[in-house]
């Protein structure tokens, strides 16, 4: 089936290109979108890829109709389109130092290096300039979604008491669940007979998949939501992080099982547990406790003028002066000056990695030599370390997590649609 369709998705293609002189077909515009165009050989480039990805799933997953195919991954790279044009007007970038730490973190998951991910890439046949530029844009879109969507979110501390008193005693809490689902959407305002037709199409989802319907399938088919074109999987996620949407839902689930459809504010939504497994119920994490004076070098204040500067703090130090009088005189911390210095306890990963290696080499009360990080010239005293038990704190930062997530499909998806509506939008095939 699956050759089947290649054959199909290229004979297509092929008919809606025309041919150069020489006999090589010719790039084209499958749409017209605002200042920009979407092109045919982006469209076909995502298809092989989508047919690539289907073929190597384990099991292989059936894909819809050749047509169908087509006109929803136009339609995804109509979106993006629509998004990067916002993007680039609000004038979102991303530099080079933010794009090698995302491809570094890639190559870091996979076991590489980020200085062999050209070699590797191209081994599969991926073009590694083509590569970064389409990591650029998403990480740019990335950032959008969190600007545009991430405003018209809040999380109100009442929201946050209920949700840590219904996850008391919660069996979910303690898990985590690798999920997939099926996102039914409804017009903004639905009317009762659009939100029943919406309410229909989902039980006959459901009905399909209770008769060994292949999940995969039927959320390429018939999802609304973006991980549509991968299956609709979610991938893993921490029982104390879902949707509260899910909550309730995936409690009295076990792994294979797929829930009735359940509705939000403007879909329904189908969730699949693929699996679980148990999670521990409390945290521990070694904190420390630093303060440090900052200078930071400009147009006045060279770098060796702002490292002697330090050096004459030790000095004082050293003789008796207090070091938190000293910061709040000299440091260019706004954060910590006035406190003295400082930083109040602090656990791995809160520091810049050249900060984190001195506080990691320097002994409790002793005060380090100066040192530089991107921010400027720094010394710093360790005032304690501890074991913390943060899993309070985790409760009350996973409750936000839970209910941001639990707006945010939503809010993406209304944000999407109104980016669609207010746009010029002209295909051509």
Same mark, same amino acid.
């Given at each position: 089936?699956?050759? /089947?369709?290649?054959?199909?998705? /290229?004979?297509?293609?092929?008919?809606?290109?025309?041919?150069?002189?020489? %006999?090589?077909?010719?790039?084209?515009?499958?749409?017209?979108?605002?200042?920009?165009?979407?092109?045919?050989?982006? #469209?076909?480039?995502?298809?092989?890829?989508?047919?690539?990805? !289907?073929?190597? /799933?384990?099991?292989?997953?059936?894909?819809?109709? $050749?047509?169908?195919?087509?006109?929803?991954?136009?339609?995804? #790279?109509?979106?993006?389109?629509?998004?990067?044009?916002?993007?680039?007007?609000?004038?979102?970038?991303?530099?080079?130092?933010?794009?090698?730490?995302?491809?570094?973190?890639?190559?870091?998951?996979?076991?590489?290096?980020?200085?062999?991910?050209?070699?590797?890439? $191209?081994?599969?046949?991926?073009?590694?300039? @083509?590569?970064?530029?389409?990591?650029?844009?998403?990480?740019?879109?990335?950032?959008?979604?969190?600007?545009?969507?991430?405003?018209?979110?809040?999380?109100?501390?009442?929201?946050? *008491?209920?949700?840590? !008193?219904?996850?008391?005693?919660?069996?979910?809490?303690?898990?985590?669940?690798?999920?997939?689902?099926?996102?039914?959407?409804?017009?903004?305002?639905? @009317?009762?007979?659009?939100?029943? *037709?919406?309410?229909?199409?989902?039980?006959?989802?459901?009905?399909?998949?209770?008769?060994?319907?292949?999940?995969?399938?039927? $959320?390429?088919?018939?999802?609304?939501?973006? @991980?549509? #074109? *991968? %299956?609709? !999987? #979610?991938?893993?996620?921490?029982?104390?992080?879902?949707?509260?949407?899910?909550?309730?839902?995936?409690? $009295?689930?076990?792994?294979?099982?797929?829930?009735?459809?359940?509705?939000?504010?403007?879909?329904?939504?189908?969730?699949?547990?693929?699996?679980?497994?148990?999670?521990?119920?409390?945290?521990?994490?070694?904190?420390?406790?630093?303060?440090?004076?900052?200078?930071?070098?400009?147009?006045?204040?060279?770098?060796?003028?702002?490292?002697?500067?330090?050096?004459?703090?030790?000095?004082?130090?050293?003789?008796?002066?207090?070091?938190?009088?000293?910061?709040?005189?000299?440091?260019?911390?706004?954060?910590?000056?006035?406190?003295?210095?400082?930083? %109040?306890?602090?656990?791995?990963?809160?520091?810049?990695?050249?900060?984190?290696?001195?506080?990691?080499?320097?002994?409790?009360?002793?005060?380090?030599?100066?040192?530089?990080?991107?921010?400027?010239?720094?010394?710093?005293?360790?005032?304690?370390?501890?074991?913390?038990?943060?899993?309070?704190?985790?409760? *009350?930062?996973?409750?936000?997590?839970?209910?941001?997530?639990?707006?945010?499909?939503?809010?993406?998806?209304?944000?999407?649609?109104?980016?669609?509506?207010?746009?010029?939008?002209?295909?051509?095939?």
């Amino acid at each position: 089936m699956l050759c /089947a369709l290649t054959a199909v998705l /290229a004979a297509t293609a092929a008919t809606s290109e025309e041919l150069s002189e020489t %006999g090589d077909f010719l790039d084209g515009i499958a749409a017209i979108v605002d200042e920009g165009v979407v092109l045919k050989s982006q #469209l076909r480039d995502q298809v092989a890829l989508i047919i690539e990805r !289907a073929g190597k /799933a384990n099991p292989p997953m059936s894909l819809p109709p $050749a047509n169908e195919l087509r006109e929803q991954l136009l339609e995804r #790279l109509i979106m993006n389109e629509i998004q990067l044009q916002r993007a680039n007007r609000i004038g979102l970038q991303v530099s080079d130092q933010m794009l090698n730490e995302a491809i570094a973190r890639i190559a870091a998951d996979n076991g590489s290096a980020f200085e062999d991910m050209p070699a590797l890439l $191209a081994a599969d046949g991926i073009d590694y300039a @083509t590569f970064r530029r389409e990591m650029r844009d998403e990480i740019k879109l990335d950032q959008l979604k969190r600007i545009d969507v991430g405003q018209r979110i809040t999380v109100s501390p009442r929201e946050i *008491e209920q949700c840590i !008193a219904d996850l008391e005693g919660n069996v979910v809490v303690n898990s985590d669940y690798k999920l997939s689902h099926i996102t039914i959407s409804m017009p903004e305002s639905a @009317t009762n007979s659009q939100i029943a *037709e919406s309410q229909a199409e989902a039980d006959q989802i459901v009905a399909r998949l209770l008769d060994g319907a292949d999940f995969r399938e039927l $959320a390429i088919r018939y999802s609304d939501a973006q @991980t549509a #074109l *991968e %299956g609709g !999987a #979610l991938g893993w996620m921490k029982g104390s992080q879902l949707p509260t949407l899910y909550t309730d839902v995936v409690a $009295a689930m076990k792994a294979g099982e797929v829930s009735k459809p359940v509705r939000s504010s403007s879909s329904f939504h189908i969730v699949k547990v693929d699996e679980m497994r148990s999670a521990d119920e409390r945290s521990q994490v070694d904190q420390v406790k630093v303060r440090h004076i900052l200078v930071t070098p400009n147009e006045i204040i060279d770098n060796e003028t702002a490292k002697q500067q330090l050096d004459d703090a030790l000095e004082r130090i050293g003789n008796g002066e207090e070091f938190a009088e000293i910061a709040k005189l000299l440091s260019d911390d706004p954060g910590s000056a006035q406190q003295g210095g400082d930083m %109040g306890w602090a656990g791995p990963g809160t520091f810049v990695d050249e900060f984190e290696t001195v506080v990691g080499n320097t002994e409790i009360g002793s005060i380090s030599e100066p040192f530089r990080t991107r921010f400027g010239w720094h010394i710093i005293e360790v005032l304690d370390r501890r074991v913390y038990d943060n899993t309070e704190d985790l409760k *009350e930062s996973n409750c936000v997590v839970r209910i941001q997530n639990s707006k945010v499909d939503d809010e993406t998806q209304l944000w999407m649609r109104r980016l669609r509506d207010e746009a010029f939008v002209d295909t051509r095939i």
